[in-house]
Structure formats: structure tokens, C-alpha cells
């Protein structure tokens, strides 16, 4: 497998979508940077424009696009761009005040855009939008320009991108394989540098798999991250927001625009959340991976997970099958009467406005009851709490994208059995409440994309991304970019019964701290262990000679747990700062020096843990 970031001009003219250069950059970060050093926005988002219109013209580029932003609409937002510019004393004060300046972006047509029609992928079910998604809203005042609307998987069911009466996106690198679903024309358009970024939508992998067929990232928010407040249903309870983008750090600095609460949306639940996953982090991985057809995909997965080890991650190898029943919920269960929810007047006025595999599909909750519904919750409760220790034992997941890259000859063979096989991996995600990001790994043998997925608990997108980055590696230019909101965290290094499986380490836990790392003090410490506490504790104190490194955990805990964690630390103890054998300090535990008196020295063993084992030893 070859692991070179795909270049972003080449896939256009390889999909036959226009010329390959588009003016400038075709990254957020690159545009922005063009705009800092003085390139003209206007003809540079004029361009742009230009380019998407001729793209709608040729064969492989028109069923991209269900709608292009017209000559009034477009030039309102030029209008808007020369007003913002020339209202701020200098380039870099209009980039401060709008992170998104001129950037042109696409919308997947199932999002409403004020003055523009609303289709979903069916014409019958067309409407003219009386305001804007609040996310196109928040787009939109921080600068960017929508370019169109994109095509679809019919109301947002599938996973494929060939349930459309516009026609059938393919990918970009092969004219025979399909782009992937639901979100196929924002995909595309992004691998195309139609754009520099695109909205899709994503329930069940819709905002991933399109990404993994096209050599793109693809950021999943934890469900109720960024408001779908203005976008059409699918299944309304788990629906997400997508981004498509080049890089890690494009897609990131979109989500810092996008994400926050919303009162418009009932299901928002902004939260942020851990800003890294450890240094060395254990990533679960299926025991079993699946895989299907031709692409190559199985001997390109072995090289994603050496490069996950080189990156310094730990594999863990998990059983799915927890993980397979939740996403079995998704179709096989009532959830598919949320879409239901959404189609009802239409499929009993009209159902032949429907592509017959979606109306298959929906039609299947037609004879689910409430008891259905409940008996299914229950169920996903249950999982869920099956699934709670999950995330003690990794830190993350790591899966492949999609199962397999299907030509558009064997999605027409099996409409529902070639869909299913494309969710394996992403299904259960949103059900579950966890966050996703979808990146590149290479190519197959076959030549054709390999993707992965990093999965999270919710709210750790920040922190998937961050790893992501290192994935894939600094982006040009990507320094310049914002991230998405983090919690406040404060870094506490343990050494004794606070450390991961001894008895106090559920002080921690359960406060949603997070294990850093483990490493050691520098050389100028010394250990006991202090008479008469329950559990047994150790003491530490820093000397001026005749210290040691003694082993430690470092720890992030939410600045909000921190009094309540202080309040549960008996006297002696106490928190203090330490030298660590970096040279960096960290707030951890220390010891009063009266303490310390006739307690036994116990620093030869190096650590806590080694001298407990030894207790064990000895009682034995």
C-alpha cells in the first residue's frame, strides 16, 4: 500500500470533471493563506464558481450538483465579501473577524438554504427554503461563499450514492466504482477542488464512507455537537452534521465554526471534550476484520495498523460482535420509523416519487408497533451498558472505513445487501453517542483508496483529530487554522493508590479523568510507605541528594472535578508540583515531611506498584 497524501488537483481531471487547476489552493488553509498575502477574494471565489458551473456540464461532473447558487445569489455574497474586507483596516483583521473569508464550500441538498430549493435527492419533495440550516448560517457569517447544493442517496438512506434521480456520482479515482453514500455529491466535490470543503450528513456513515472512497477526510461530531436545525431528518435522534475536507485541520477549524449549542435544534448537546488521546495510545481494533469484493482492501489493512504502531499506538484486538448488535438497531430496528417520521404524507400521496430501494426500506416501519420502539430501546440500553468499560480498556478505535469499494454493476446485482456490507463499521456509531473521523491510508494495490476510521466516546473530537493529524501529517499551512473547543484540564501525576487498577483509581474515573501517560520523576525523589492508612499509601518527598526516579502516572482531570478530587486527599498528602525526567513539572502528589518519620523506605523498588507486588510475595 502506498501511503502518499493523494494530491488534490489530480482526481479532477481524472474524473473527468473540468481542468485540473482550479485558481489557487484548493485547502481552507492554502485559501486563507492566498487571501493573507493579498490574492483578490473576489476573483479567486470567482473563479472557483466558474469552475463548478463548467463541471456541471460534462458527463462525470453534472450528477455532482443538484443546484448551483445563481447569478443573484452569488453575487449578494460577493457584494457581502467586499463589504466585510473593505470594513477592516487590514487583510489580517477581516481573517481574525471571518475564519472562513471567500473559502467556497458545498451543501449536500438535504440542508436548507434561504431563497434556494430544498430537494433531499427527490423532485417531488422540492421547496423553496424560507432561512437558512443554522449551520449554513454560522458558514455564512464566518465568511464562506456556498457555491451548490450536492446530490444524494434519496432523503439521506444509503451508503452507495446510486439512489438518486440525478444521477449516480462516481468516485474519483474510478469511473467504474461508486463514491459512496449518502453524502456522494459533497464528496465528490471536495475530491474534485470543486471546493474546499463540503456539508454532508451523516446517520450511519454517510459523512465516512464517502471519504474513505475518495481519499478524503471525513469528520463524524459527536451526535448533538453542531445543530441539524434546518436540515431534513433521517432518523432525527442520531443525526450528525458531516464535514468533508482535504485535511484534518481543515475539517477541524469547519467544526470550530460549526459546533455549538443551538436553541433552535432540541437534540443539541454541546460539550466539548479531551483535547488529545495519550502519547501511546491503545487503539481497539476488530479480532476479525471484514472485508468484501475486489478493491484490495485486505492487504491494505495489515500496513494501516503498522502505521498505527509507528506512530507509537498499542493494538488491542476487540470481539465487534457487542458492537454488530447496535448496528443492527439502526435498519433492522424501529429506528427506521424515524425516517418513516419524515416520509409518511409523501409515500401515502405519492410513493413512486420514491427510489424503490428507499421506499423499500422505509416501508419496512410500517409494520413495527410502539412496542417495537421500546423493546428496542431497551435492547440499545442494554448494549450501551454492556459497551460502558469499553473505553477503559482503549482509548480509541481503529477500523477500516468501509468493508470494500463496489463497482456500480454490483450495487445494481444487490441494492440492500451491497449497502449493508458498506455500514459494518460505521452503523453502531451514533446510536452509541461516539464521535468519528474518517481518514486516508493509502492506496490498494488496485489502486484505489484505502480508508480508516478513528472512533471515539462522545465528545473526543478534538482529540481524534489531533490524532488524525498526526496520521496524516502537518498540513501546509494547517498551524494557521482553529480547533474545535476543548475542556479546561489540569495535568496530576499519581504514584501510589491512584494508579490505573488500584483501589482509589475510581476517584479519577469516575470524575472523567484520563490517563496521559506513564512515565517517571527525575532523579531527586524518595518513597515510603506511611503507616496505618486503608488502602496502603505511599509518601514522596523531593530530597536534595540521594534521590531516585520513582515510576507515575499523569493524569488529565476536568478543572471542573478538581476541588471535588482534593477534597477526597487525606492529610499527609497533598498535591504539590514535581520534576518529572523530562524536565517538565506537573501538579502531583506529595507528602508532609513530619510523615515521613519511621516510615520505610521503600525507593529501591522504584515505584509503588513493584513494592505492593512485593508485599503479595512475602504474605504468600
Same mark, same amino acid.
Not at 190 to 218: C, H, I, K, Q
Not at 513 to 535: E, K, N
Given at each position: 500500500m502506498h501511503r502518499d497524501r493523494p494530491t488534490i488537483q489530480s482526481p479532477a481531471a481524472a474524473a473527468g470533471l473540468g481542468p485540473?487547476?482550479? !485558481?489557487?489552493?484548493?485547502?481552507?488553509? +492554502?485559501? =486563507? #493563506?492566498?487571501?493573507?498575502?493579498?490574492?483578490?477574494?473576489?476573483?479567486?471565489?470567482?473563479?472557483?464558481?466558474?469552475?463548478?458551473?463548467?463541471?456541471?456540464?460534462?458527463?462525470r461532473g453534472r450528477p455532482v450538483w443538484i443546484h448551483l447558487c445563481d447569478d443573484i445569489a452569488w453575487q449578494r455574497q460577493i457584494d457581502l465579501l467586499v463589504e466585510r474586507v473593505q470594513a477592516c483596516a487590514t487583510r489580517a483583521e477581516a481573517l481574525r473577524r471571518y475564519p472562513l473569508l471567500g473559502?467556497?464550500?458545498?451543501?449536500?441538498?438535504?440542508?436548507?438554504? %434561504?431563497?434556494?430549493?430544498?430537494?433531499?435527492?427527490?423532485?417531488?419533495?422540492?421547496?423553496?427554503?424560507t432561512a437558512d440550516a443554522t449551520v449554513v448560517q454560522r458558514l455564512l457569517d464566518a465568511g464562506a461563499l456556498w457555491v451548490g447544493k450536492t446530490n444524494l442517496d434519496q432523503f439521506a438512506t444509503g451508503l452507495v450514492g446510486t439512489r438518486s434521480p440525478y444521477g449516480q456520482p462516481a468516485s474519483v479515482l474510478d469511473a467504474q466504482r461508486i463514491s459512496g453514500g449518502s453524502s456522494s455529491g459533497s464528496a465528490v466535490a471536495?475530491?474534485?477542488?470543486?471546493?474546499?470543503?463540503?456539508?454532508?450528513?451523516?446517520?450511519?456513515? +454517510?459523512?465516512?464512507?464517502?471519504?474513505?472512497?475518495?481519499?478524503?477526510?471525513?469528520?463524524k461530531p459527536t451526535p448533538g455537537r453542531v445543530s441539524t436545525a434546518g436540515v431534513l431528518p433521517a432518523c432525527r435522534s442520531v443525526d450528525c452534521v458531516s464535514v468533508f475536507a482535504h485535511t484534518?485541520?481543515?475539517?477541524?477549524?469547519?467544526?470550530?465554526?460549526?459546533?455549538?449549542?443551538?436553541?433552535?435544534?432540541?437534540? !443539541? %448537546?454541546?460539550?466539548?471534550?479531551?483535547? #488529545?488521546?495519550?502519547?501511546?495510545?491503545?487503539?481497539?481494533?476488530?479480532?476479525?476484520?471484514?472485508?468484501?469484493?475486489?478493491?484490495?482492501y485486505a492487504?491494505?489493512?495489515?500496513?494501516?495498523?503498522?502505521?498505527?504502531?509507528?506512530?507509537?499506538?498499542?493494538?488491542?484486538?476487540?470481539?465487534?460482535?457487542?458492537?454488530?448488535?447496535?448496528?443492527?438497531? =439502526?435498519?433492522?430496528?424501529?429506528?427506521?420509523?424515524?425516517?418513516? %417520521?419524515?416520509?409518511?404524507?409523501?409515500?401515502?400521496?405519492?410513493?413512486?416519487?420514491?427510489?424503490?430501494?428507499?421506499?423499500?426500506?422505509?416501508?419496512?416501519?410500517?409494520?413495527?408497533?410502539?412496542?417495537d420502539a421500546f423493546r428496542a430501546q431497551y435492547k440499545l440500553r442494554e448494549l450501551q451498558a454492556a459497551l460502558a468499560g469499553l473505553w477503559q480498556q482503549v482509548d480509541a478505535l481503529l477500523v477500516p472505513t468501509t468493508t470494500g469499494h463496489p463497482t456500480f454493476d454490483e450495487i445494481d446485482a444487490d441494492p440492500v445487501g451491497a449497502n449493508a456490507r458498506m455500514g459494518v463499521y460505521t452503523n453502531f456509531v451514533n446510536l452509541l453517542g461516539w464521535s468519528a473521523l474518517a481518514v486516508p491510508a493509502g492506496f490498494t494495490d488496485r489502486g484505489l483508496p484505502f480508508g480508516v476510521t478513528l472512533i471515539g466516546p462522545g465528545n473526543a473530537d478534538a482529540a481524534l483529530a489531533r490524532f488524525g493529524q498526526r496520521w496524516m501529517g502537518p498540513a501546509a499551512d494547517g498551524e494557521t487554522l482553529r480547533w474545535p473547543a476543548v475542556r479546561s484540564e489540569i495535568a496530576?501525576?499519581?504514584?501510589?493508590?491512584?494508579? +490505573?487498577?488500584?483501589?482509589?483509581?475510581?476517584?479519577?474515573?469516575?470524575?472523567?479523568?484520563?490517563?496521559?501517560?506513564?512515565?517517571?520523576?527525575?532523579?531527586?525523589?524518595?518513597?515510603?510507605?506511611?503507616?496505618?492508612?486503608?488502602?496502603?499509601?505511599?509518601g514522596m518527598q523531593r530530597v536534595s541528594e540521594g534521590g531516585a526516579s520513582i515510576e507515575?502516572?499523569?493524569?488529565?482531570?476536568?478543572?471542573?472535578?478538581?476541588?471535588?478530587?482534593?477534597?477526597?486527599?487525606?492529610?499527609?498528602?497533598?498535591?504539590? !508540583?514535581?520534576?518529572?525526567?523530562?524536565?517538565?513539572?506537573?501538579?502531583?502528589?506529595?507528602?508532609?515531611?513530619?510523615?515521613?518519620?519511621?516510615?520505610?523506605?521503600?525507593?529501591?523498588?522504584?515505584?509503588?506498584?513493584?513494592?505492593?507486588?512485593?508485599?503479595?510475595?512475602?504474605?504468600?
Open positions: 485540473a487547476d482550479l !485558481s489557487g489552493p484548493a485547502s481552507v488553509a +492554502s485559501w =486563507l #493563506t492566498a487571501l493573507a498575502q493579498g490574492e483578490d477574494p473576489v476573483a479567486r471565489a470567482d473563479a472557483a464558481r466558474v469552475r463548478a458551473l463548467a463541471s456541471a456540464q460534462t458527463e473559502v467556497p464550500f458545498a451543501v449536500k441538498d438535504n440542508m436548507d438554504i %434561504a431563497g434556494a430549493p430544498t430537494t433531499a435527492g427527490c423532485p417531488a419533495f422540492e421547496h423553496e427554503a471536495v475530491a474534485s477542488g470543486l471546493v474546499a470543503f463540503a456539508l454532508g450528513t451523516d446517520t450511519a456513515g +454517510s459523512g465516512r464512507v464517502p471519504a474513505g472512497l475518495n481519499a478524503l477526510v471525513g469528520l484534518v485541520e481543515d475539517a477541524a477549524h469547519v467544526l470550530s465554526v460549526l459546533e455549538g449549542p443551538d436553541p433552535r435544534d432540541a437534540y !443539541s %448537546a454541546f460539550q466539548p471534550g479531551v483535547a #488529545t488521546l495519550p502519547e501511546r495510545p491503545r487503539l481497539g481494533i476488530p479480532k476479525r476484520p471484514v472485508f468484501h469484493g475486489d478493491a484490495g492487504t491494505a489493512w495489515p500496513d494501516a495498523l503498522q502505521r498505527a504502531r509507528d506512530l507509537g499506538a498499542e493494538l488491542v484486538e476487540l470481539d465487534f460482535a457487542p458492537l454488530f448488535e447496535v448496528a443492527a438497531l =439502526l435498519y433492522d430496528g424501529p429506528w427506521v420509523a424515524e425516517r418513516h %417520521a419524515v416520509l409518511q404524507a409523501l409515500m401515502e400521496r405519492d410513493p413512486q416519487a420514491l427510489d424503490p430501494t428507499v421506499l423499500k426500506v422505509v416501508s419496512k416501519a410500517v409494520g413495527m408497533s410502539a412496542t496530576i501525576a499519581v504514584v501510589g493508590a491512584h494508579l +490505573s487498577g488500584l483501589p482509589l483509581n475510581s476517584q479519577l474515573t469516575e470524575r472523567g479523568a484520563r490517563l496521559l501517560r506513564s512515565t517517571r520523576t527525575a532523579p531527586c525523589y524518595r518513597l515510603y510507605a506511611l503507616p496505618g492508612t486503608t488502602p496502603p499509601k505511599p507515575l502516572e499523569v493524569w488529565a482531570l476536568p478543572q471542573a472535578e478538581v476541588g471535588s478530587f482534593l477534597a477526597l486527599i487525606p492529610a499527609p498528602l497533598g498535591l504539590g !508540583s514535581l520534576l518529572l525526567e523530562d524536565g517538565t513539572t506537573v501538579h502531583g502528589f506529595v507528602c508532609e515531611a513530619h510523615a515521613l518519620q519511621g516510615a520505610q523506605d521503600i525507593t529501591g523498588f522504584g515505584g509503588w506498584r513493584a513494592y505492593m507486588k512485593s508485599v503479595v510475595r512475602a504474605a504468600s
